[in-house]
Nanobody
Framework: QVQLVESGGALVQAGGSLRLSCTAS????????MGWYRQAPGKQRELVAA???????NYADSVKGRFTISRDNVKNTVWLQMGSLKPEDTAVYYC?????????????WGQGTQVTVSS
């Protein structure tokens, strides 16, 4: 079993910055991708950013150029550096980890951290 602990959510003014952090612990086999999703009230959960174990990244179009995802494979930690924040970035942000064991894969989610951007 893998546990994900998130931190970093806060209330911030438009144009500001935040850094979210997520650390995985427990019975980790081999972490593949790590990423961040978000869910705003009345909206579906959407992918924000993801990073592979080789360092390849992908971002939602809405955050490209503003957000940066990074990871430390030794510490099993993934960060999301968010800049030029907009009110539409307001959501609960969830850390996601894919953990592989041979030909099987498990998916784990953090508890969520609230990001609120005021206009």
């Amino acid at each position: 079993q893998v546990q994900l602990v998130e931190s970093g959510g806060a209330l911030v003014q438009a144009g500001g910055s935040l850094r979210l952090s997520c650390t995985a612990s427990g019975r980790i086999s081999s972490i593949n991708t790590m990423g961040w999703y978000r869910q705003a009230p009345g909206k579906q959960r959407e992918l924000v950013a993801a990073v592979s174990n080789g360092g390849n990244t992908n971002y939602a179009d809405s955050v490209k150029g503003r957000f940066t995802i990074s990871r430390d494979n030794v510490k099993n930690t993934v960060w999301l550096q968010m800049g030029s924040l907009k009110p539409e970035d307001t959501a609960v942000y969830y850390c996601h980890v894919r953990d592989d064991y041979y030909f099987s894969a498990s998916h784990y989610w953090g508890q969520g951290t609230q990001v609120t951007v005021s206009s």
